[in-house]
Every structure is written in structure tokens, then in C-alpha cells.
């Protein structure tokens, strides 16, 4: 015996089993099994019924690419141990041949070690996705300087009919001044009068259920107040001035805001009653400036 011949032998004892099987038919050609301690005589029979013991070929064989190793996992019932098998696909004389080599898995946090990899990646790459997809959505549907829905999601929670109901409340908003604060002073101050803006509209969206609030304009904000009695809905105009008069306390310059409200007690078309509130909110813009409060700075 060479030393060859020798070594390999002892890289045998290594493995549980080693086998060669022709591809096609899947049967054995040669086998050496550690599993019962001698060199088996599998030759012409299936794999399926030398390796694992069943009377049909295994729905789960993978298919191989030729000179790429394969490693997967399976569970001997009647031995209660868990196995890994390696297989190379490889030709000779024209034909193909599945190599391997079984060993049985002691550790049992070796278990699947390559399948543990990836679905930990899996894992990695769906959490990236999910806030990839989150960061998109807050793209498509909130405004940016405010945080309150933009006009595209207020279009579409329009066209989706949440709003197709009776008692619902419409309050427009409309910045007054809000050219001649940028042209005075800054794009900055007119961006915190905005933001004050929407800082109202948010602790008046908390305060009353089922209000949703968004900015559908450079200066213009609306909000939906659904299942409100009229009584209530009529009280939101005072409440919210209310909040905006304690936000602009103390500021030098002063957010103010023509308010335009619609009320409809039966389902209705709404984007009818949104123009209802709309030309009510100019109606009061023109208001103020007859009654000379269209003055955008406090006296200090």
C-alpha cells in the first residue's frame, strides 16, 4: 500500500459515508460507509434507498451545477441525528456523476450554518426594505417643512371615499401675508410662520378625534373633522384661534390666518364642500383686510 492509498483511507474514516452515483439514474457506483463500519456494496442500487432507506426517489434532491459544491441537511428519523451532505457534479467518460460525503452534525449550533447566514442576510435586507419603503411613503405623502399630509396624499384619501359620510367639517386655511413677511424679512420667517401654522393645526387635529390635517398649498392647509356633531364642528374656528393666538404670543412676527369652514350633515360631493369652505375662507380674508388686521408684526 503507497502512502496515497493510505491517506486516503484515513481521510475516509472522517466522514459518516462518501459515495459516488451516476446522475441520471441515481444509482450508486461506489460507497464507502462508516455508518456500519465496513466498505458497503451499494453498486447499482438507487441512492435513495442505500443513503436514506426510502422506497422512492427524494422530492427534495437538488439539482447541481457542474463543478459547484452543494451542501445541504437532512434528518435520520430511526438514528434521531441530522446529517450534512456535500455533493459535486462532475463528468467522466461522457457521463455525469454526483460525488459526496455525509457527516453526521454534533453540534447542533452547526445546524444549517450556511442557512442561518442567509436568513440572518434575508433578515438584514428586509428591515433595509421595509425602511426604504417607509422613507418613500413619507416622501409620497407627508410635506416636508410641517410634517402634515401633502396635497397628493389628500387627493387620494379623497378619491379612496374615507370621507364619503355625513357630519363632516371642513376648516380652510389660508396664510395671510406670507409674500410680503419672505420679501421683508427672510424665506426663513415666512418658514416659521408656516411651521407655527402647522403646530395649531396639529394640537387642534389632537384634541378632536378623527380630524386629519393637511397642507395642500404653499399657504394653504385644510382640515377633515369626521362623525362631529354641527354644534361641536362650530366651535372648532374659536378653539383654533385660540391656539394660534398663544403661539404667536411673544413672537415678532405674527402668523395670521383666514379660516373658511363648511359643515354637511349627509354624505355630499366633497370636493363641492372643500370649494364651500374655500371661497368662505376668502370671504373672511377679505374681512380682515377691510377691517385693516392683515398687519403681519407685533408692536414691541
Known amino acids: 500500500m503507497d502512502y496515497t492509498e493510505r491517506f486516503i483511507r484515513q481521510i475516509l474514516q472522517c466522514a459518516d459515508a462518501t459515495y459516488i452515483m451516476e446522475e441520471d439514474t441515481g444509482k450508486v457506483v461506489m460507497m464507502h460507509d462508516n455508518l456500519t463500519l465496513r466498505s458497503s456494496d451499494y453498486s447499482g442500487v438507487p441512492c435513495w434507498c442505500a443513503i436514506l432507506g426510502r422506497e422512492e426517489k427524494c422530492p427534495f434532491c437538488p439539482k447541481l451545477t457542474e463543478g459547484v459544491r452543494y451542501s445541504w441537511e437532512y434528518y435520520d428519523s430511526a438514528r434521531k441525528l441530522w446529517y450534512k451532505i456535500n455533493n459535486l457534479l462532475f463528468s467522466s467518460d461522457g457521463k455525469q456523476y454526483r460525488a459526496g460525503i455525509i457527516s453526521s452534525i454534533n453540534d447542533p449550533m452547526a445546524l444549517n450554518h450556511n442557512t442561518v447566514n442567509e436568513m440572518t442576510e434575508l433578515n438584514r435586507l428586509l428591515e433595509e426594505n421595509r425602511r426604504v419603503k417607509e422613507a418613500f411613503e413619507r416622501e409620497a405623502n407627508l410635506d416636508k417643512m410641517t410634517g402634515l399630509y401633502n396635497r397628493n396624499r389628500y387627493r387620494l ?63 394653504e392647509f385644510v382640515l377633515f373633522v369626521r362623525d362631529i356633531s354641527e354644534a361641536k364642528f362650530s366651535q372648532l374656528k374659536t ?55 392683515f398687519d403681519f408684526t407685533e408692536e414691541k
Open 157 to 219: 384619501d379623497i378619491a379612496s371615499g374615507i370621507y364619503d359620510c355625513g357630519k363632516l367639517g371642513i376648516l380652510y386655511f389660508d396664510l395671510n401675508n406670507l409674500k410680503t413677511v419672505n420679501d421683508t424679512f427672510c424665506h426663513e420667517a415666512g418658514d416659521k410662520v408656516i411651521v407655527r401654522l402647522a403646530e395649531a393645526m396639529k394640537q387642534l387635529n389632537e384634541d378632536v378625534p378623527a380630524s386629519t390635517a393637511y397642507r395642500i398649498g404653499g399657504d
Open 239 to 293: 378653539e383654533f384661534q385660540s391656539i394660534l393666538d398663544r403661539m404667536n404670543d411673544g413672537q415678532p412676527i405674527l402668523c395670521k390666518v383666514a379660516v373658511g369652514v363648511a359643515y354637511s350633515i349627509e354624505k355630499c360631493n366633497v370636493e363641492h364642500l372643500v370649494g364651500k369652505a374655500d371661497k368662505n375662507m376668502y370671504a373672511m380674508k377679505n374681512l380682515m383686510k377691510q377691517e385693516e388686521l
